[in-house]
Nanobody
């Protein structure tokens, strides 16, 4: 069982930046997983934000394209989400997820094997 731990959430004003991190709590190499970030705002469904596969190919939700960057550092065994030009609409709990086989670039929630507990991002206007 792989447990993922997110960090880096917080409160910022609109236009600000945050960087989220996600790492396994026990030793598991993330280099073999396709990984993604999701977010969930109160009263709304969890939605995909960005994903990165084992070859480093990335994909983004249209709402964050050009503002968010997903990356992973295999040496540090950590997934990142760099968020710039944050908007109040970005306020949500952010979750990282991992899929152990196959591509996850366009995968629905149920195809992911492991999830983190989430980190809150709040953007004020």
């Amino acid at each position: 069982q792989v447990q993922l731990v997110e960090s880096g959430g917080g409160s910022v004003q609109a236009g600000g930046s945050l960087r989220l991190s996600c790492a396994p709590s026990t030793y598991t190499s993330i280099s073999t997983y396709c990984m993604a970030w999701f977010r969930q705002a109160p009263g709304l469904e969890r939605e995909g934000v960005a994903a990165i596969d084992t070859d480093g190919v990335t994909t983004y939700a249209e709402s964050v394209e050009g503002r968010f960057t997903v990356s992973k550092d295999n040496a540090k065994n950590t997934l990142y989400l760099e968020m710039n030009s944050l908007e109040p609409e970005d306020t949500a709990a952010y979750y990282c997820a991992a899929r152990s086989s196959g591509s996850c670039l366009h995968s629905p929630l149920y195809e992911f094997d492991y999830w983190g507990q989430g980190t809150q991002v709040t953007v004020s206007s």
